[in-house]
């Protein structure tokens, strides 16, 4: 069984950072094709993709990430990270790991993942 474990998630100041890992269980990250995701979810809003990577280490970020989060793999640890600096009031929100395994392509809308982790949260103060 696949489950993803979410760390990492705190409050911080407008400006800091925060690295966010995801630990994989139940499959080996070099095995199959797979794509993984960060997305977050604001009170009150539907949950927003933030970026991807697939096994390739081909990365998408939505706009307002790029340049300031990095996400990135670590296949010995099979653990997924998202490094997030200049952080703003508007990234605060539940953040999500998600995996897509065997698909052989990887989009960024969150049906296409199969299985989720329980979520971290992410609080950034003005």
């Known amino acids: 069984q696949v489950q993803l474990v979410e760390s990492g998630g705190g409050s911080v100041q407008a400006g800091g950072s925060l690295r966010l890992s995801c630990a994989a269980f139940g499959y080996t990250y070099s095995t199959y094709y797979m794509c993984m995701g960060w997305f977050r979810q604001a009170p009150g809003q539907e949950r927003e993709w933030v970026a991807t990577i697939d096994s390739y280490g081909d990365t998408s970020y939505v706009a307002s990430a790029k340049g300031r989060f990095t996400i990135y793999q670590d296949n010995a640890k099979n653990t997924l990270y998202l490094q997030m600096n200049s952080l703003e009031p508007a990234d605060t929100g539940m953040y999500y790991c998600?995996?897509?395994?065997?698909?052989?392509?990887?989009?960024?809308?969150?049906?296409?993942?199969?299985?989720w982790g329980q979520g971290t949260q992410v609080t950034v103060s003005s």
């Open positions: 998600a995996a897509a395994l065997i698909t052989g392509y990887c989009l960024v809308l969150p049906n296409h993942f199969g299985y």
